[in-house]
């Protein structure tokens, strides 16, 4: 267990809805950070919250975006789904926001949109 | 050319073996080095890290890493049919350490 847990685990959806994902990070932790993985991939960066502001994004289109809470919580949402959003989105959580950090993952949300 | 390759397998090897999980990267700016087991339907799980060149151990795991070559490894001693698994390897910038690029990562299956 990594104390990192995120919910809903799993979630279906139509194109065209919305969704919020929410992850509650490890005690101590101040960073966290979202992933998208298609099955059969890698995970793929989407961004990161660290201390309330983001810290960086990945490639993903404005249509995802985030918050995090003064505890450190976290929100993903992603506006007008598509069917190519279906996958598992995974929090991950750290100390900080250095490169010789480790991140530690919540077990995921399954979104499936149809 | 992808940022970080990995093998896809599936990789097998016979209960009590050493598996030998390899990786390359392509950014000589990679700073960090990460190797994430995941199980089938489950999230990823932190087994190892390793910042400096050279062998780090912990338990039955051991990583290597060569920024010359670009190259990190993970070897898995006395494998067990537990360690079956994909293995993620992972690197962290140093020009944009709030990601971690993933491989897609080797499918490992020990045989009884």
């Known amino acids: 267990e990594t104390g990192v847990t995120q919910s809903p685990t799993h979630l279906i959806k139509t194109r065209g809805q919305q969704v919020t994902l929410r992850c509650s990070s490890q005690?101590?932790?101040?960073?966290v950070s979202w992933y998208q993985q298609a099955l059969g991939q890698g995970p793929q960066f989407i961004f990161q919250?660290?201390?309330?502001?983001?810290?960086g994004r990945g490639n993903f289109p404005p249509r995802f975006s985030g918050l995090q809470f003064p505890n450190y919580s976290s929100e993903l949402n992603v506006n007008a789904l598509e069917l190519d959003d279906s996958a598992l989105y995974l929090c991950?959580?750290?100390?900080?926001?250095?490169?010789?950090?480790?991140?530690?993952f919540g077990q995921g949300t399954r979104l499936t949109v149809v | 050319q992808k940022e970080v390759e990995q093998n896809s397998g599936p990789l097998s090897v016979p209960e009590g073996a050493i598996a030998s999980l390899n990786c390359t990267y392509s950014?000589?700016?990679?700073?960090?080095f990460f190797w994430y087991r995941q199980y089938s339907g489950k999230s990823p799980e932190l087994i190892m890290f390793?910042?400096?060149?050279g062998d780090k151990e912990d338990g039955r795991f051991t990583a290597q890493l060569n920024k010359a070559s670009q190259y990190v490894s993970l070897l898995i001693r006395d494998s067990q049919p537990s360690d079956s698994a994909t293995y993620l390897c992972?690197?962290?910038?140093?020009?944009?350490?709030?990601?971690?690029?993933f491989g897609s990562g080797t499918r490992l299956s020990i045989r009884p």
């Open positions: 991950a959580s750290s100390l900080d926001r250095g490169v010789n950090t480790e991140a530690f």
């Open positions: 005690s101590g932790h101040n960073t």
């Open positions: 950014d000589r700016g990679s700073q960090s």
């Open positions: 390793i910042y400096s060149n």
């Open positions: 992972a690197v962290k910038l140093y020009s944009s350490a709030s990601k971690i690029i």
């Open positions: 919250y660290y201390r309330e502001e983001e810290n």
